[in-house]
């Protein structure tokens, strides 16, 4: 029972960091969504505040840490340039474009997966500071927050195109 | 009840529109780079990568210098934050449009 390189590499990149985004994600949602002065208390804010901080943090982590590790480590392994003669399963890019009923898991899925997955760490950045800046300030401010709810989800949602693209593009040409 | 406290809402305004510049420079490359064969050249930052390594570092710098901009000019400030939210939202959907490979092949490649 072992993984190569790559592969502990894809799962890094895919399961392992991609996992951790979602949980994150729930808790900096969950956060955003009941932080109102009508719902809960001071002491109640403050508590959740640390969820939200927390969230919304782990989140925007996790997605720079997972358009990194994809674009710099397992990118590479995918679009490599096979030699004359080479086995094309070993070069997904090459591979999926060699097979008609194939390429348009590269032409669309791959090609909108490596560009979208970008959007969602600057805009859980952008989240996750103006949390952590405004504080308990923000329960009062349902415009702002309102703005972070919208924002965090798309943030995830265009991570969330990227992975649902990655896991299929995986299965249909791993990285081996 | 937490005591409601006047909020100078600049800093969370220029974060969140920076996010948008942002989002807009990743779609506007990514376009660019497939019309023009020099710019897609250019981006070429590292070649493992190929192009990808420049669009993303270029909207990735963007991002940080417009927020540094719009931070330091709006950090004591009280903005229109639904303006400036609009004009978020339009970026990010010119950025999601600009990144979506069916739009961004209409222009060669």
Excluded: C
């Excluded at chain 1, 399963?89 to 899925?109: D, M, Q, T, V």
């Excluded at chain 2, 660019?32 to 270029?58: E, H, I, R, W």
């Excluded at chain 2, 229109?80 to 600009?98: D, E, P, R, S």
């Amino acid at each position: 029972m072992t993984l190569t390189e790559r592969e502990f590499w894809t799962v890094i990149h895919g399961m392992g960091l991609g996992t951790i985004f979602l949980l994150a994600f729930s808790g900096g949602l969950a956060g955003l969504w009941s932080l109102r002065p009508e719902w809960v208390t001071v002491a109640g804010i403050q508590e959740r505040l640390h969820r939200l901080i927390a969230g919304t943090w782990i989140m925007a982590i996790m997605a720079w840490l997972t358009v990194i590790t994809g674009t710099y480590i397992v990118y590479p392994w995918y679009r490599a340039k096979p030699p004359t003669g080479a086995d094309l399963i070993r070069f997904p890019r090459s591979y999926l474009l060699a097979n008609p009923h194939l390429a348009e898991w590269h032409k669309f899925g791959m090609e909108w997966k490596e560009h979208v997955a970008w959007l969602s760490p600057i805009l859980a950045t952008a989240v996750a500071y103006v949390v952590i800046r405004y504080g308990s300030k923000l329960a009062h401010e349902q415009k702002i927050r309102q703005a972070l709810m919208l924002l965090f989800t798309l943030a995830f949602l265009a991570a969330g195109v990227a992975g649902l693209f990655g896991a299929f593009i995986n299965k249909v040409a791993p990285i081996r | 009840m937490a005591k409601k406290e006047t909020l100078n809402n600049g800093p969370a305004a220029a974060a969140i529109l920076a996010s948008g510049i942002g989002s807009l420079t990743l779609g506007l490359f990514t376009t660019l780079a497939q019309a023009v064969t020099l710019v897609n050249d250019a981006l070429n930052f590292y070649d493992p990568v190929g192009p990808l390594s420049g669009k993303t570092t270029v909207a990735v710098v963007v991002w940080l210098v417009a927020w540094a901009v719009f931070y330091s000019l709006w950090r004591n400030q009280q903005v229109n934050f639904t303006k400036v939210y609009i004009a978020t939202l339009i970026m990010i959907a010119l950025g999601l449009l600009g990144t979506f490979p069916t739009f961004f092949e209409a222009f060669g490649g």
